[in-house]
């Protein structure tokens, strides 16, 4: 168990350089076991979660060495291995190993991920893709056997654009014979870095963006990849928000502003000044944040599930009303609790928070149960008047990179407490 202490009161200012993309990285490291011969990945992040799917590709016979934020792998010889349930437990998208290793080796074996924080998180849209493709699964007390002696494209249809379940069709797609097309897939950025690798590593892909994708094939390359992980959308909100309420100015570099274009339309409601450069953002805080009297997290181009508690943490401290609704996750709203905890005044009712925004929070003992809520209460305990102590900081580090240094360098008090 880990907790970070903050002190309340100052206002984050300063200019940072945005780590690589959690939730980019992992498929791609994922579809790394496709292209039997050399992938240097680089501004790779180094992150928890990072660090469990480089154990799973070296129990699959991936050699891998870090040099820096960058990580070279070579999956020349790898093999078909069962990926163990503690694996699979600590970390929920090993279950897209599953499709990279029904593509190349026709067999998979890994243990569905259970529950979390958050909600459910079932695995069944994955699942019926992979059969709808030919795969044969059996599926017993969670352990997931594939096997597929030829995968045949074909239509998949997507009830819902889930993220993984995309991505997990695209990789197993690689193996397929004739067209596979994806209709209802999700359209994340993520998804299309994803798509970039995988045509470097020889996969015909069209459509990656938009709701319809098609894979027509996947002739193997032998020449090393080199590949550069996009900057993390999320992390970069996670970071303005926190300027945001605390009434900073903050230059986030290495994302494309683009892709946080709902959040930005967000911030600008709440009365934030924002700058769209190139390659970045700047914010300026106002000296009180407005409320939103109404904001839905959506599949993208909506606005992210994973930035919805720092704007909830946000709204807390907002001069009036706010509504917000959760789509993406039924359990997502927890961390209401804790911010009342500190003060706030959030009334939550099945997917829907309603808060009176107060003057200030105050410090307070407080858990994040998932990564991002924690990261939301590390803003609300910046933001707030008195020290808090905000624990669970660990699920924070699965995929934020060094915050607490990064924090402190702008102006941040705060310090790690081990139990
Ligand atoms: C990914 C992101 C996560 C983000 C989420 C939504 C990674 C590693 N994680 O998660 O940070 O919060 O997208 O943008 O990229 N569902 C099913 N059955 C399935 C799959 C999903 O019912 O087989 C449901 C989920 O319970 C959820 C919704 O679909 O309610 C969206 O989930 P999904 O987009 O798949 O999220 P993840 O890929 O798990």
């Known amino acids: 168990m880990s907790g970070i202490e903050v002190e309340g009161g100052c206002r984050l200012a ?53 040099l820096g934020h960058t990580l070279w792998l070579d999956a020349a010889e790898a093999v078909p291995g069962e990926i163990p349930r503690q694996l699979g437990e600590r970390m929920r998208s090993s279950v897209l190993f599953l499709g990279p290793l029904l593509a190349r080796f026709g067999q998979g074996c890994l243990y569905a991920p259970g529950g979390c924080a958050i909600g459910q998180r079932p695995v069944d849209y994955h699942l019926a893709g992979l059969e709808h493709i030919g795969a044969r699964l059996e599926v017993e007390e969670g352990k997931i056997q594939a096997q597929a002696y030829s995968l045949k494209g074909g239509l998949a249809e997507l009830p819902y654009p ?16 004739g067209e596979t097309q994806i209709r209802g897939a999700a359209r994340e950025p993520e998804i299309v870095t994803l798509c970039r690798y995988l045509r470097r590593a020889g996969a015909e892909i069209s459509g990656e963006g938009s709701s319809v994708i098609r894979v027509n094939g996947f002739q193997p390359v032998r020449d090393e990849i080199r590949f550069r992980i996009p900057g993390d959308r999320i992390a970069a909100g996670t970071y303005l928000a926190m300027a945001a309420m605390t009434g900073g100015k903050l230059h986030v570099q290495g994302i ?13 409601r709440m009365g934030c000044e924002l700058r769209l450069l190139p390659e970045g953002i700047f914010l300026a805080a106002p000296e009180r944040l407005l409320p939103l009297p109404c904001l839905e997290t959506a599949p993208y181009p909506g606005f992210p599930t994973d930035l919805q508690s720092s704007f909830l943490a946000m709204m807390a401290v907002a001069a009036g009303e706010s509504v917000l609704e959760e789509k993406v996750f039924e359990n997502r709203l927890a961390m209401a609790g804790e911010l009342n905890r500190m ?11 309603r808060c009176s925004g107060v003057e200030r929070l105050h410090g307070a003992r407080v858990r994040g149960t998932d990564l991002r809520s924690g990261a939301g209460l590390v803003g609300a305990a910046l933001a ?15 995929g934020y990179e060094g915050m607490l240094p990064l924090l402190q360098d702008l102006g941040a008090r705060a310090r790690k407490k081990t139990e």
């Open 256 to 268: 494309h502003p683009g892709h946080l274009w709902a959040p930005v339309c967000a911030f600008r």
């Open 14 to 66: 300063g200019e940072l350089e945005i780590q690589g993309s959690k939730n980019a990285v992992l498929p791609v490291l994922a579809a790394s076991i496709l292209h039997a011969g050399v992938t240097v990945l680089t501004h790779v992040p180094d992150i928890a979660d990072v660090r469990a799917s480089v154990e799973i590709l070296e129990l699959l016979g991936v050699k891998t060495q870090w």
């Open 162 to 177: 889930s993220v993984g379940a995309t991505e997990q069709l695209l990789l197993a797609a690689c193996g397929a014979e």
């Open 343 to 353: 003060g706030a005044c959030i009334h939550v009712d099945g997917r829907t928070a």
């Open 384 to 398: 707030a008047e008195g020290t808090s102590l905000v624990e669970g900081f660990e699920h924070v580090e699965r």
